[in-house]
């Protein structure tokens, strides 16, 4: 499942960018449609047996974060992220997904009678406006999410007929390769990374801008070498920040912005392998990486994509010792 929120005018062109003051808030915010879709399509409908599945969901959107819900209020079951199966299933009661983040999710309907309709559902959150809701530039800026703030159907399952068999029991333990992934100590190198905006500049880390293939001299890592890697969030707005070449774990979070950490804490999953975290506003986030296979140029960047056409995108190099 591919989720993405597009805009449409006339009969059904795409629409981006608006003129004047729409334009602004799309390119500071990341552009947010008013249409949801699963793959490429509104308001989708599918038949489902009275069995177990498992539904693979990327984030497809410029810039927008789904809150994932179950209408009849069942748990959220994760299985999986970007980077393969958890060590153990995990229920939550929501699930935070930002874009080019991929979560699996195991749904029985062995319970349900036939005809038992189930949505996933997209809930509105702090994150659906500019600057997370709020207002800026003594109100000239609004809110540039259009779509309406109440819970919004992704997609609807009907359950419509009966197995050949039960579906076999979700194991306790899923995988066990997380066990034997290099950790970090007391030794380990931290390496900073501040998220920063700049009003009618753009964005930067580090006080940088993308530059090409230019690399700074505290953007070179060892092969072979473990590092921690900690983005701290210096701006309003989250940031799905994505490192190429590699999965990563993240090690810990600290000093999220009261609002968004009360919205998001419950439904962020960061256990097993990821290639992009979440950093909310005002938080340092650590991740745990290990460059053991290629030597060469790599992004790193936010992945809403306004933010990196905007200049959050860096290159990093590893380099042999």
């Known amino acids: 499942m591919v989720l993405q929120d597009r805009s449409f005018v006339g009969e059904n062109e795409l629409s981006y960018l608006s003129d004047g003051m729409g334009s602004m808030m799309t390119r500071m915010q990341g552009f947010k449609g008013d249409h949801l879709l699963v793959n490429g399509k509104p308001a989708t409908v599918e038949e489902v047996q009275a069995t177990a599945y498992r539904l693979r ?76 809701g709020g207002m800026m530039m003594g109100g000239m800026m609004g809110a540039s999410d259009n779509m309406p703030d109440i819970p919004t159907p992704l997609l609807t399952l009907v359950v419509n007929g009966s197995p050949g068999k039960a579906a076999p029991a979700l194991p306790d333990q899923l995988s066990s390769d997380l066990a034997f992934l290099p950790r970090p100590d007391n030794s380990t190198k931290i390496r900073p990374f501040r998220l920063s905006m700049k009003m009618m500049q753009g964005f930067g880390i580090n006080d940088r801008q993308f530059e090409g293939a230019t690399v700074a001299d505290d953007e070179v890592v060892s092969l072979g070498a473990t590092e921690i890697w900690e983005f701290f969030n210096d701006t309003m707005m989250p940031h799905p920040m994505h490192v190429h070449g590699l999965q990563f774990m993240v090690i810990s979070r600290r000093n999220a912005s009261a609002r968004f950490a009360q919205q998001f804490q419950a439904g962020i999953v960061d256990t097993g392998l990821h290639d992009t975290v979440l950093v909310l506003p005002g938080e340092r986030v650590r991740i745990s990486l290990t460059f053991k296979d290629f030597k060469g140029l790599y992004l790193y960047h936010c992945h809403n994509m306004e933010h990196e056409d905007n200049g959050m995108m860096r290159y990093y190099e590893v380099r042999k010792p």
């Open 57 to 132: 969901i990327l984030n497809g959107s410029n810039a927008r974060i789904y809150k994932l819900v179950w209408s009849d209020g069942r748990p959220v079951t994760v299985i999986g992220t970007g980077g393969g199966l958890l060590e153990a299933p995990e229920e939550r009661p929501y699930v935070i997904l930002s874009p080019a983040q991929r979560v699996d999710l195991w749904v029985s309907f062995e319970g349900d009678r036939q005809g038992t309709q189930i949505q996933l559902i997209n809930e509105p959150h702090p994150a659906g406006g500019m600057m997370g």
